[in-house]
């Protein structure tokens, strides 16, 4: 444990006023964190990054372990209880454990959740549940080595079906699949994904391709629609009925006699924008207002200059407030200019 962070931030360090909840003019309040500590990844999704990787930020550009834990004590004060690491991918980064057991101390954070490729899951899983975490994203797009590979450039299914097994014997109370469904890809195995359910008590999320890959590959026929995705369900799947999900859960179902459940997220239809609760900071310390968002805030360099907690927590707020609609309105502002989901975090 980083006992100086504790020193230096034992308790609140902004005033009441500033501990108000975030909100925005479309009367959302937003108490879900999603932080990417890194932008390396051991994989490399065609729909992702491109085989020799991104212009990587160097290491002094991106958040310290003190910054990362300065950004959620202060967020915590406004309401934020939900935590998520993301990336690049996350388990690359030394001190994730350590952020995991700083941040399950730190007073109004109700869980702590990781998106990970699940490579290096079955390694670290026991450890992630000791240091507090709540729950873990496996992405996982094939259920077929080959495939794996046509779609991650590396081997190592193996290896994450280990992490998915160890990771539903931790104890870890919410374990979910994602799965991005590409025509002519993977539109094939929904049932094969539904079966993961039938023993294990996960959900399986069935994800809409996104505009934010480098070669552009959504744009080469391989868009599934969400609502294709649930016509074919119902056509394919006997007695899936309706249940309870998260916010960006659209359909939700679970097969009867099955443990699990099975969702579907139309995360580029863009319905859900009105129920939005999110809010996003990148690995270079950028708080974004949403995933489609052009314009950034730099809360990195405010810290570095010495601003105050105080006055962090105010730019949070005031970014917040300026947030669009929905992801169609943000996404018409400005110029884009990100090259892949490893720099905005998944
Ligand atoms: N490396 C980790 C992982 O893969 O889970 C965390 C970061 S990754 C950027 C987070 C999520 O973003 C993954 O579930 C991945 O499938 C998804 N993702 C990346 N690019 C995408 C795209 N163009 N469209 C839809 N989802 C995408
Ligand atoms: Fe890596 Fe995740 Fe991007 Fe795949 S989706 S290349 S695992 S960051």
Partial sequence: MNESIKQIYPEAGISRHAALPITDQFERTFNYLRIAINEQCNLRCIYCMPEKGIDFREQHQLLTTDEIFQLIIIISQM?????????????????????????NETKNVDSIHLTTN?????????????????GINISLDTLNPEKFYSITRRDGLDLVLDGFEKANQSGISSIKVNVVVMRDFNNDELLDFIQLTKENDVTVRFIELMPFDYHQIWKTGKF?????IVSDLKKQVDGLVPVNGSR??????RKNGYKGK???????????????NRIR????????????SQNETNLRDAMRSGTSDEEIGSLIRDAMMKKHKDGWD?????????????????
């Fill in 248 to 253: 960006t859960e659209h359909h939700v179902f």
């Fill in 330 to 346: 943000a996404q018409d502002q400005g110029n884009d200019n990100r090259e892949s989901m490893t720099q905005i975090g998944g």
């Fill in 118 to 134: 699940g490579l290096l899951l079955g390694k670290y899983v026991k450890s992630l549940k000791d240091a507090g975490l709540s």
């Fill in 281 to 292: 900071i990148t690995a270079d310390g950028k708080l974004m207002n949403c995933l489609y």
């Fill in 79 to 103: 309401g934020v209880s939900k935590i998520r690491f993301t990336g690049g991918e996350p388990l690359l980064r030394n001190d994730l454990l350590e952020l995991i057991h700083i941040v």
């Fill in 224 to 228: 599934y629609r969400a609502e294709q």
């Fill in 262 to 276: 099975v969702a579907i997220i139309p995360s580029y239809t863009r319905n859900l924008c009105g129920e939005c």
